[in-house]
Structure formats: C-alpha cells, structure tokens
C-alpha cells in the first residue's frame, strides 16, 4: 500500500520539475532551432528564385535540383508549423498551411514533363505571398540587423 501511494507521487513530482526545467531552459532552443529553419529554408528558396525566372530553368537538371532543395525546406515548414502549433497560435498555423500548400504548388511545377516557366514564376510569387504574410504579423527587423520575433508576438 505503502508503495502504491508512494509511485505516483514521485511521478508527479518528476512532471513537475520537468516543467520547471522546461519552461526555464527550453524557449530560446527552441527559437535558435526556429530561426535554423527560416535560414535553411531562406537559402533554398533564394537560390530558387533566382532559377525560376531564368532560362535554365528549361534545363531538366536545374528543375532536378530544385526540387531537392525544395524537399529540404518543406520539412522545416512543418517544424515551424508545429513550433506555432505547440504555442496555440492559430493564425501562425494558418500562415504555416498556406506556405506549406504554396511550396507544394510549386513543386508539382518543378515536376512537370513539359515545363510551363510562367506557371511556376506564378507559383513561386503566391508562396513568396504566404511568406510574407507570416512575416508581417510575426518579424521584426532587417537584412543589417537580423530577424527575429516581433516583441510580444509570441
Ligand atoms: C508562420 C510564420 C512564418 C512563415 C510562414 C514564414 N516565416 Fe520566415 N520567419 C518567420 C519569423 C517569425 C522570422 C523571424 C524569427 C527568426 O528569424 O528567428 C522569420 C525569419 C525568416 C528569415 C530570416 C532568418 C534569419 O536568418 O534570421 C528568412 C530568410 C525567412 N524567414 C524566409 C522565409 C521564407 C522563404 C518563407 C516562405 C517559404 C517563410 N520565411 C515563411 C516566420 C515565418
């Protein structure tokens, strides 16, 4: 009996310290792993968006390669998706599924036989929209000096 009473109050005191522990030590990895993903996907996309208008994007290689990139980005849209999910930002998720489906627009452009250049540039400016629609409500700062979170924002 003795055993039985004393089990779960153990357990609980664990899951106690560990949201002390959590809550102390957890938000700025989590906003350094965040701002991991802006900059992966930052550099994926800039490196696209100078193709897509170009001539080589006609070239099967270049579209290859895109996609590839395009395919390392996606996954850390879903972290970010999830980094809002997890703090019960709504309009954050929001911002997250249309730069998700906008990405995924894309991508079905990368992956055509025929290549249709007008369509994806078309696809790329309505993701380069979603971007920027997060970022409105959710960043602050410059090239200089950096992004970050809006203060209060989160
Ligand atoms: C749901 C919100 C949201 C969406 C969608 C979003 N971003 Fe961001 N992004 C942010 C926030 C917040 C920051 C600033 C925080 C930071 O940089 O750590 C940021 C920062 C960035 C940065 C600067 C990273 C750095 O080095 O500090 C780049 C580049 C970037 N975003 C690119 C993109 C691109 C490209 C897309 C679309 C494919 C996109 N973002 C979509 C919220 C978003």
């Not at 005191?13 to 002390?20: H, K, L």
């Not at 792993?33 to 193709?51: L, N, V």
């Not at 980094?83 to 995924?104: H, L, M, N, P, T």
């Amino acid at each position: 009996m003795v055993a039985g009473t004393r089990v779960p109050t153990l357990a609980v005191t664990a899951v106690f310290a560990g949201t002390i522990w959590l809550s102390a030590g957890q938000t700025p990895a989590h906003l350094k792993e965040f701002e991991a993903s802006m900059t992966e996907i930052g550099d994926a996309f800039e490196i696209i968006e100078e193709m897509t208008p170009s001539p080589v994007y006609l070239l099967n290689s270049a579209r290859g390669d895109a996609i590839a990139r395009v395919d390392v980005a996606r996954p850390r849209m879903d972290a970010v998706r999830k980094f809002f999910a997890d703090r019960k930002k709504r309009d954050g998720v929001e911002f997250s599924d249309a730069a998700i489906a906008a990405i995924d627009a894309f991508r079905i452009e990368l992956t055509r036989t025929t290549p249709d250049q007008a369509a994806a540039i078309e696809a790329l400016e309505e993701m380069t929209r979603a971007c920027a629609a997060c970022h409105a409500v959710y960043r602050e700062g410059d090239t200089i000096n950096g992004y970050r979170f809006k203060a209060g924002a989160l």
